[in-house]
């Protein structure tokens, strides 16, 4: 059972950054892939970036949305993966959820299906204003 825990949104003005936190425990973390989502109101949640848990050097999938603006990091050490938000934009508002997954993926796989995620965080409201 892994619980996941978000941290770090709030209320920005647009071209303005926030960095989110997701503290992970009850898992492998090292061994466990894990992504961003975020679900703006009457909005399908839909996947932000997501990445692998492979090491030395993890892989990462940004959504088409925020590529080049968001980037996607994780800190086996510290069972945390953060999302560092960069160039925000009003259409960015959302709540943001961390999910991992307890398949047995490949260990250079990025999940990108919510289906392939089941454990969820709370998730955390982002809101840029114009």
């Known amino acids: 059972q892994v619980q996941l825990v978000e941290s770090g949104g709030g209320l920005v003005q647009a071209g303005g950054s926030l960095r989110l936190s997701c503290a992970a425990s009850?898992?492998?973390?090292?061994?466990?892939?894990m992504g961003w989502f975020r679900q703006a109101p009457a909005k399908e949640r839909e996947l932000v970036a997501s990445?692998?848990?492979?090491?030395?050097?993890?892989?990462?999938y940004y959504a088409d949305s925020v590529k080049g603006r968001f980037t996607i990091t994780r800190d086996n050490a510290k069972n945390t993966v953060f999302l560092q938000m960069n160039r925000l934009e009003p259409e960015d508002t959302a709540v943001y959820l961390c999910?991992?997954?307890?398949?047995?993926?490949?260990?250079?796989?990025?999940?990108?299906?919510?289906?392939?995620?089941?454990?969820w965080g709370q998730g955390t409201q982002v809101t840029v204003s114009s």
């Open positions: 999910a991992a997954t307890s398949l047995g993926l490949s260990s250079s796989y990025t999940p990108r299906n919510r289906r392939e995620y089941d454990y």
């Open positions: 009850g898992g492998t973390f090292s061994r466990i892939a």
């Open positions: 990445i692998s848990w492979s090491q030395p050097t993890s892989y990462a």
